[in-house]
């Protein structure tokens, strides 16, 4: 199965978590921003200017950032925004994805530097992702009030099917998945993001460790898990993930739109 043991500071912190991996330790500045991750796996470490725009402290260049707070670069890699504060084009070196957005800038299309379409995606009157197509292949998306319970394909035949922990906010803390006419069972962390996928005889069918800001290294992928971050739903085709109005960056834990509802969300 999977043990994990938490210490917490007293700002309700996670200071150190004990994992079958080995020890995670964290520590964060003066305003309980997160500085340093340190586990067997890997060594962060990161450092904010005076607006609170956060680079990594590993002896590369700051990232950039412009008036608007928005990130333009992290050493090889540009980005561009439009009008919206939509991130409209991510440039590294020749390569550039293009992104286009909705009247209410929900992202539509992801296209290459030639113009050819890497992904497209639809929505329903609710905002939520109705659907992708990439490379032809389209995945529907079904929703319930405890959030996404199923993908299908364009034929209407069923890929996947997801259930909740009880009581656990809309589409996070996956209690189980059922593939193929097989049941999963999710052993998640205390945020409720994905660490193994077990079968019901106990064997892990999938496994991922991750960046303190998201990006997971997959290490077992038996079957298709594709929720990451609660309520995050993962983009192989754009290394995104969904998140109901918006879409997350794990590379550089940002956001690529502005929160829809605007200052009030930092209210």
Known sequence: MMQRTYQYRRTGAVQSQTTAEGQI???????????????????ERFVYDFLGNRSPDDGTPAWGYNQNNQLTGTGTITYDYDDHGNMAVKRRGTSEINFSYTPDNRLAFLTDEAGATIGAYGYDPFGRRLFKEVNGTRTYFLYNDDGLVGEYSATGAELRTYGYHP?????????????GGIYYYYLNDHLGTPQKIMSDNGTVVWAATYESFGTA????????????????????ESGLQYNWHRYYDPTTGRYISADPIGLVGGD
């Open 25 to 43: 330790g964290y520590n964060y500045d003066p305003v309980e921003r997160l500085r340093g991750a340190t586990s067997p796996a890997r060594d």
């Open 217 to 236: 290294t997959i290490t077992t992928a038996t079957i298709t898990n594709n929720l990451r971050f609660p309520g995050q739903y993962f983009d192989s």
């Open 167 to 179: 009581g656990a906010p809309w589409s996070t803390n996956p209690l189980f998945v059922q593939e």
